[in-house]
Nanobody, 124 residues
Framework: QVQLVESGGGPVQAGGSLRLSCTAS????????MGWFRQAPGKEREFVAG?????YYADSVKGRFTISRDNAKNTVYLQMASLKPEDTAAYYC????????????????????WGQGTQVTVSS
C-alpha cells in the first residue's frame, strides 16, 4: 500500500476554482492508477477522475475538472474550475497498483489505498 495525503480544500464561491493535491509516500507512483473520489453528506462516495497515462472523468465533472500527475514529485492534482454548490463534498485521493495494461478503474472497491480526505465547500 501507499500512504496518501490530500491538501488544498477549503471554501470557494460558485464559479470559482480550486486545486487539490495528493502526495504519495511511494517513489514509484508511475505504476499506480491514481483516482479522486468525493463524498457529500448523506451520499455514497463517487468517482470523480482517474489517471495512469491518460485522464478519465465522471460525466458530472467532465470539462470542468482536470486531473494530472507529477511522478517526480509523487503528486497527483485535481484542478477544479467552474465549481458548483453540488461539488461540495469531502474529496479523497486513491491509488491502485497497476504496473501493466490500460485500465479505467472507477469503483471505490477498485482502489486499495486512500487518503484522509479534504473538504471542499462551494457556496452560491
Amino acid at each position: 500500500q501507499v500512504q496518501l495525503v490530500e491538501s488544498g480544500g477549503g471554501p470557494v464561491q460558485a464559479g470559482g476554482s480550486l486545486r487539490l493535491s495528493c502526495t504519495a509516500s511511494r517513489s514509484t507512483l508511475s505504476n499506480y492508477i491514481m483516482g479522486w473520489f468525493r463524498q457529500a453528506p448523506g451520499k455514497e462516495r463517487e468517482f470523480v477522475a482517474g489517471i495512469k497515462w491518460s485522464p478519465y472523468y465522471a460525466d458530472s465533472v467532465k470539462g470542468r475538472f482536470t486531473i494530472s500527475r507529477d511522478n517526480a514529485k509523487n503528486t497527483v492534482y485535481l484542478q477544479m474550475a467552474s465549481l458548483k454548490p453540488e461539488d461540495t463534498a469531502a474529496y479523497y485521493c486513491a491509488a491502485r497498483y497497476t504496473p501493466y495494461g490500460v485500465h479505467y478503474y472507477n469503483r471505490e472497491t477498485d482502489f486499495g489505498s486512500w487518503g484522509q480526505g479534504t473538504q471542499v465547500t462551494v457556496s452560491s
